[in-house]
């Protein structure tokens, strides 16, 4: 079966500081890998999404960057965090072929301060 | 992108039919439905998804009219647990966007 991971669960960081939030999904190959930002109590904002390894298309712009250097991981990085970065923040994947059904990890609580 | 609108909350009791509907008028001809359900501090959990007429599964049923621009999510005999946020999608491959959902409250 399926399975994704998130970590860490969650993270207090400083303004300025750099952040780097990691996705691995497994027990399946070439799978579409999406970064969501979840502000408290708002619906979901889709921050990235990657179909294949090096292939990252960014949704909405911002100090926020995405890589997938191996097929079933993907990371979430900033140089800088800025106070408006604070959120929940979920990956999830999906199989490639037909309409999507997104699973979604266990989501990172990001705080920053 | 097909735009969806809900309605902001909805309150239940125990063991009644909830049905949650969803507007989404300039639905493509190419876009599915898909429902997904959010616990607190919790990743979205995909319940049901369709293109037209009715969808069913052990959790829920999808009605979706003749001309795809609204459907409904159709929850039988709700419990405590079903107290959720729901969202309704619409698109296709990567263009899905999740809009602000429907927050559900099943009361004792």
């Known amino acids: 079966s399926q399975t994704i991971h998130q970590w860490p669960a969650t993270l207090v960081q400083p303004v300025g500081s750099p952040l780097s939030l990691e996705c691995t999904v497994e027990?399946?190959?070439?799978?579409?890998l999406y970064w969501y930002r979840q502000a408290a109590g708002r619906g979901l904002q889709l921050l990235f999404y990657s179909v294949g390894i090096g292939q990252i298309s960014s949704e909405v712009p911002q100090n926020l960057s995405a890589s997938r250097p191996q097929d079933r991981q993907f990371i979430l990085s900033s140089k800088k965090l800025l106070l408006s970065d604070s959120g929940f923040y979920l990956c999830?994947?999906?199989?490639?072929?037909?309409?999507?059904?997104?699973?979604f990890g266990p989501g990172t609580r990001l705080t920053v301060t | 992108l097909a735009k969806t609108t809900q309605p902001i909350s909805m309150d239940s009791y125990e063991g009644q039919e909830v049905n949650i509907t969803c507007s989404h008028n300039n639905i493509a001809t190419n876009d599915y439905i898909t429902w997904y359900q959010q616990f607190p501090s919790q990743g979205p959990r995909f319940i049901i998804q369709g293109y037209k007429t009715k969808v069913t599964n052990e959790v829920a049923s999808l009605f979706i009219p003749a001309d795809r621009k609204s459907s409904t999510l159709s929850l039988p005999r709700v419990s405590l647990s079903d107290t959720a946020v729901y969202y309704c999608?619409?698109?296709?491959?990567?263009?899905?966007?999740f809009g602000a959902g429907t927050r559900l409250t099943v009361k004792p």
């Open positions: 027990g399946t190959s070439n799978p579409n």
């Open positions: 999608l619409v698109g296709s491959n990567n263009d899905m966007r």
């Open positions: 999830a994947w999906a199989t490639g072929q037909g309409p999507l059904e997104q699973y």
